[in-house]
């Protein structure tokens, strides 16, 4: 079965400051792996996916992760955080394009100025 | 594309009252999915359809809930009766299409049953 841990709810971070958002995963298959981002009361937009290609992965907004099998991660990070990215953050895991995307129980950004 | 439309994007309605959502996927996709959000639960899958079968809907959370695909370009999630407790935000995703490697959401359509 897949799943998805993102290992904390909540991160506070000072603006100009590194994000660090953690996920680990569990796929019984080579997983494709996501993270969507959904700003209040706003829909889910997808930052960044890993598909098998290369296992550093850039997104939008300066967002990167690294997909490392041997520790079943795929960490979210962001050299400098700006106040816009305070939103919450999914990671997400499938093994093909016609399964549900399964997803983390979020984690909330929280940038301080 | 216009992207994944839901409708409506605000529902409020009165306890015991039919509720039905709509979503329209985009063309040419042949997955799509019903998620509910809440702030106990996070975002779970209801149920999802391919081909405009249902294949698993064993998150839909009682006989209350219904779903259908009637062709590849719409999709209704109906409740009946709505219950206070069934307030969230209900989205819906499609992808599929040759070349995707990531399912598109619709805005999502909040529902408050009072």
């Known amino acids: 079965a897949q799943s998805v841990t993102q290992l904390d709810s909540h991160v506070s971070v000072s603006e100009g400051t590194p994000v660090l958002l953690r996920c680990n995963y569990s796929?019984?298959?080579?997983?494709?792996l996501f993270w969507y981002v959904q700003h209040p009361n706003k829909g889910l937009q997808l930052l960044l996916k890993?598909?098998?290609?290369?296992?550093l992965v850039k997104g939008i907004n300066g967002f990167e992760a690294e997909f490392k099998k041997s520790e079943t991660s795929f960490h979210l990070t962001k050299p400098s955080a700006h106040m816009s990215d305070a939103a919450e953050y999914f990671c997400?895991?499938?093994?093909?394009?016609?399964?549900?995307?399964?997803f983390g129980k979020g984690t909330r950004l929280s940038v301080i100025a | 594309d216009a992207g994944v439309i839901q409708s409506p994007r605000h529902e409020v309605t009165e306890m015991g009252q039919e509720v039905t959502l709509r979503c329209k996927p985009i063309?040419?996709?042949?997955?799509l999915f019903w998620y509910r959000q809440t702030m106990m639960r996070g975002l779970e899958l209801l149920i999802y359809?391919?081909?405009?079968?249902?294949?698993?809907d064993s998150g839909m959370p009682e006989d209350r809930f219904s779903a259908k695909m009637p062709n590849a370009s719409f999709s209704t999630l109906k409740i009946q009766p709505s219950e206070p407790r069934d307030s969230a935000v209900y989205f819906c995703?499609?992808?599929?299409?040759?070349?995707?490697?990531?399912?598109?959401f619709g805005q999502g359509t909040r529902l408050t049953v009072v």
């Open positions: 997400v895991v499938t093994y093909s394009g016609n399964t549900p995307l399964v």
């Open positions: 796929s019984s298959y080579s997983p494709s």
């Open positions: 890993y598909t098998s290609a290369a296992t």
């Open positions: 063309s040419g996709h042949n997955s």
């Open positions: 359809f391919n081909n405009n079968v249902p294949i698993d």
């Open positions: 995703a499609s992808w599929g299409s040759p070349g995707d490697t990531e399912a598109f």
